[in-house]
């Protein structure tokens, strides 16, 4: 269990949402098969009265999907678009395009669905935060290179390709509510990047929101207790060492793995061998 915590320490803000996601999704397919249907409390309805009483499903849809290769793709997708914005910004500015896309998307599908149809439908995946953080770093850095499979495309050009085929299959009527909030989390990426491009912040509150949760941590309590405890020399440096690594992941979530110094980088990949 040590290690475990250990090895959780040591990864970015982001590698565990996509960790989060993953686990979210084993214990939704274990419940449903011993007859427990949690997912029915977290999908997105189109009904407005649901959402009267399950107003959290505006969020909680995308950690939902609907088969194993649906969290695949959508991890994969969303893994690769996060490490080009990584390089640009910080976690707190994506997880706030990643939910914004989610969010909105999740309003648009549910008042066309009570607009215009009279059949009611569910949403659910991260489809709209990913295709939000794609179209972001490929609206600000459109000319960025990147490789797939044996070809060497740009940016924009994977984000342009995924908004195409969402429109085609869009006026088919196929997945009419997953096409249509693929290209809300789009335009909603597309839209925060060209005014950052212009000088414009959007949402700089809830990024702000988000920096303040990184930077809370609870391992500096449970810490001091425990070489109190142990009046051990050996358990206090170790615990030591928890908490210099601790402070090193906060200072990556909130500004960054360029923010560190030499040493800190030095300190950090010396633990990461151990």
Known sequence: MENLRYKWNLMSSFDRFIAIQVLVFLVISILGVIGLPLERWLVLSSSLTTLLFQPWSLITY?????DLWHLVFNMLWLYTASRYFLTLFDSARLFSVYFLGVFFAGLTFLFSYSLFFTSSAYLVGSSAGVMAVLLFIATY???????IFIFTIKLWHLGAFFVVIDLLQLTSGVNFGGRL???????????????????????????????????????SKKSSFKVYKNNSKKEAKRMSDQD???????????????????????YLFRKGQK
């Open 62 to 66: 995308s950690f939902i999907h609907a």
């Open 141 to 147: 850095s459109p000319n960025q290179p990147i490789r």
């Open 244 to 266: 210099k690594i601790d402070a090193i992941l906060d200072k990556i979530s909130a500004s960054g793995y360029e923010s560190l110094s030499s040493e800190e980088k030095e």
């Open 181 to 219: 909030a693929h290209l809300v989390g789009a335009g909603i990426g597309y839209f925060m990047a060209s005014q950052l491009l212009k000088g414009v912040e959007i949402a700089d509150g809830l990024q702000n929101f988000f920096r303040r949760g990184f930077q809370f941590n609870f391992s």
